[in-house]
């Protein structure tokens, strides 16, 4: 069960690494790789380390989508689909982000509830 709950917050690394990977910024592909390693670690710095990413590339799709649609209008070209797509994939990068408060995943990680609410 822990592995579908892990299972998106996965796919949107690696969407990330191929979004980098196609844009040509290749140094930025391994960390994207590397994140999915590091779900192996039941750390609690791991969870929020990749909330923290999740939450920075569904900002991250924003920004393309806000470019992409520009350059598409600039080119009198449609663009509906295009801010679609890329706002799901915004949209699902929250998801993943939300899903590691889930109480399974917060117990992966050694984060009990308590520690969840603390401001620390």
């Known amino acids: 069960m822990v592995f579908f709950l892990l299972l998106p ?3 949107c690394f ?5 979004h980098f990977m196609h844009i040509g910024n290749l140094l930025l592909v391994l960390p994207c790789v590397v994140l999915c390693f590091l779900l192996l670690i ?3 710095w791991v969870l929020r380390l990749s909330q923290v990413v999740l939450i920075l590339t569904a900002l991250e799709w924003i920004r393309t989508t806000y470019a992409d649609v520009q350059d598409r209008i600039a080119a009198d070209q449609p663009y509906t689909r295009l801010a679609i797509i890329l706002l799901s994939v ?4 929250l998801l ?6 889930t109480r399974r995943l917060r117990n992966r990680f050694a984060l009990s509830h308590k520690d969840a609410n603390s401001p620390s």
């Open 96 to 101: 993943a982000a939300a899903l590691f408060q």
């Open 14 to 18: 690696l969407v990330l690494g191929a």
């Open 90 to 93: 915004a949209a699902v990068n």
């Open 42 to 44: 039941r750390k609690r």
């Open 9 to 11: 917050a996965i796919l």
